[in-house]
């Protein structure tokens, strides 16, 4: 199949043949990275905007990289420090940034559904980075890249994902995405912050944690989101980290081959024992390398690519 989408929004609407396609193209950007020359013209002429309402590590800096790495121009809006601060809207900025001849928009913002206000009247290319606690698409599309080159296939896959599932982005663009290609999914947590409402979206719940990561092929750990909630979800982190938290005595019961994941920012501590962030199964920064070949074919595909073919010719 080719791809025929203008923007990237969220995993909820694209299919799993979208899915694969993104994730083959990102095999092909992946050996583009291994090449002595690391940049590919593909992008060249284009300029991509990165606009970054909330913080962020991990997902900026990739797609700066990813767009540098296809030869765009690139630009890291400063919110702080631009005309946000004198009360211009979300829509007037990107319309003037559009003025000058953007070409694709790269947006996070804490309002679920940011991305999508703005494809609306956008004539470029609009990539969500994150909106609120609705979707984080190239996360999970990393995450499901890096699954998949571990583990060589995601349907029939036992995917956990532990911790605060209400307030995370993460979870559900994961979710869509590993049912979407036909992975089991489990999900648990405090009962407060996982929510049953969740297996409408054909995952299981569960509250109890040995159960949880007792078949699990995959742990997938998130970290409590204290900027999103409005109220106090849990008596203490002491109680969460004693109660959820992956320690020595939970790993010793998971499968011996389970790989330990993580999209960042880790609360060393809190969710997981700092020790077995780093620990030989996990692969939280093989996760942040991945992420770096899934937005560069994120890129290239919003902005007219068709797939893996025209990079590896
Ligand atoms: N995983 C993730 O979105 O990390 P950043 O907030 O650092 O981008």
Same mark, same amino acid.
């Given at each position: ?49 990165? *606009? ?5 590590? !991990?997902?900026?800096? $990739?797609?700066?990289? =990813?767009?540098?790495? @296809?030869? /765009?121009? +690139? ?86 994902? *532990? ?5 995370? !982005?993460?979870?559900? $663009?994961?979710?869509? =995405?590993?049912?979407? @290609?036909? /992975?089991? +999914? ?105 992420? @770096? ?21």
């Amino acid at each position: 199949m080719n791809w025929n989408r203008r923007h990237l929004l969220d995993i909820e609407s694209l299919s799993a043949d979208e899915i694969r396609l993104i994730l083959e193209t990102a095999k092909a950007f992946k050996e583009v990275s291994t090449r002595p020359i690391k940049k590919v013209p593909v992008l060249r002429g284009k300029t991509v905007i990165n *606009l970054f309402i909330e913080p962020s590590t !991990r997902t900026r800096t $990739s797609f700066e990289l =990813a767009a540098i790495r @296809l030869s /765009a121009d +690139v630009i890291n809006f400063n919110a702080e420090a631009s005309s946000f601060r004198k009360g211009e809207t979300l829509r007037d900025t990107v319309r003037n940034l559009e003025a000058l001849n953007a070409d694709i928009f790269i947006i996070r913002h804490s309002a679920a559904g940011a991305p999508h206000f703005i494809a609306r009247f956008l004539k470029g290319s609009v990539v969500n980075a994150g909106d609120g606690a609705h979707e984080h698409p190239t996360q999970a599309l990393l995450d499901v890249f890096t699954m998949l080159e571990k583990k060589g296939r995601i349907e029939g896959l036992n995917v956990t994902i *532990l911790g605060d599932i209400l307030y995370s !982005r993460v979870a559900r $663009s994961n979710i869509w =995405a590993l049912t979407k @290609l036909g /992975a089991n +999914v489990t999900l648990c947590g405090p009962s407060t912050l996982v929510p049953k409402e969740f297996e409408k979206m054909g995952c299981r719940v569960t509250y109890n944690i040995d159960e949880a990561i007792a078949n699990a092929d995959v742990i997938n750990l998130l970290r409590i989101q204290h900027e999103r909630q409005r109220k106090t979800m849990f008596p203490s982190i002491n109680e969460y980290s004693s109660l959820f938290g992956l320690n020595y005595e939970r790993l010793a019961k998971t499968k011996p081959d389970a790989l330990i994941m993580h999209p960042g920012p880790i609360n060393r501590g809190v969710e997981i024992v700092s020790e077995i962030a780093d620990c030989e199964r996990s692969v939280i920064l093989e996760q942040v390398t991945n992420g @770096l070949a899934v937005r560069m074919a994120v890129l290239f595909l919003v902005s007219g690519g068709k797939g893996p073919r025209e990079i590896l010719q």
